[in-house]
């Protein structure tokens, strides 16, 4: 249980092009989503928390015009990296959680989206 | 934002060994998690802590929850070569369902032959 996919897994796009990415969590529904990016040999870093059907929230530093999330249903959150330049090239991985009780809850991550921007 | 003090950076150890690494904030977390990720793939979860001085297990794995709730450890107990990885903790103010989590940098774990 607690599954999460993306895709695409790999995706090249040329410099000036917006690409869409999506989470989708398999066997449960996900009360909140959330977005990571990871540079090469480095730590994950929350870009942004969804919950659905709401606006997201996005971490200081992070673009939300450059970085849209649209959050549609309690399985799916994408992520559309608009404009994409080179420095936008990263792995960027989704997370979802659910709340088993109040305040308690785990995130299960996707395996990811290796994005390069030539 | 804020990153954990995660170490060590990198263990070289024999098929066998136990292993120990830990994580440390200056800031108090209400919830630990420890992860461990293979090259091109997403972390995956191996042991979540709730409360303070809690001590959990998986396997060879166990974990602790540190009472000043400011730092963890996992240890790994008889190694073996599937343990490969980088092991990240991570540390979130709520119940870790709500709030973003904040990882540590990552202990690459290498066994040697």
């Known amino acids: 249980g607690a599954v999460v996919s993306q895709h695409p897994s790999r995706v090249i796009c040329k410099s000036g092009t917006s690409v869409k990415i999506e989470c989708r969590s398999l066997d449960f529904q996900a009360t909140t989503m959330f977005w990571y990016r990871q540079f090469p040999k480095k730590s994950l870093m929350l870009m942004a928390t969804s919950n659905e059907g709401s606006k997201a929230t996005y971490e200081q530093g992070v673009e939300k015009d450059k970085f849209l999330i649209n959050h549609a249903s309690l399985t799916l959150s994408t992520l559309t990296v608009t404009s994409a330049h080179p420095e936008d090239s990263s792995f960027y991985i989704c997370?979802?959680?659910?709340?088993?009780?109040?305040?308690?809850?785990?995130?299960?991550f996707g395996p990811g989206t290796r994005l390069t921007v030539t | 934002g804020q990153q954990l003090n995660q170490s060590p950076q990198s263990m070289f150890i024999q098929e066998g060994e136990d292993v120990s690494m830990n994580c440390t904030s200056s800031?108090?977390?209400?919830?630990w998690l420890w992860y461990k990720q293979e090259p091109g793939e997403g972390p995956v979860l191996l042991i979540a802590?709730?409360?303070?001085?809690e001590l959990t297990s998986n396997g060879r794995l166990t974990a602790q929850f540190g009472i000043t709730r400011k730092d963890s450890f996992l240890n790994i107990s008889a190694s073996i070569p599937s343990d490969v990885g980088i092991y990240f903790c991570a540390g979130c103010y709520s119940g870790g369902g709500a709030d973003g989590l904040t990882f540590g940098k990552g202990t690459h774990l290498i066994i040697q032959p």
């Open positions: 800031s108090i977390f209400n919830t």
């Open positions: 802590l709730y409360k303070a001085g």
């Open positions: 997370s979802a959680s659910f709340r088993r009780m109040a305040d308690i809850g785990e995130q299960y």
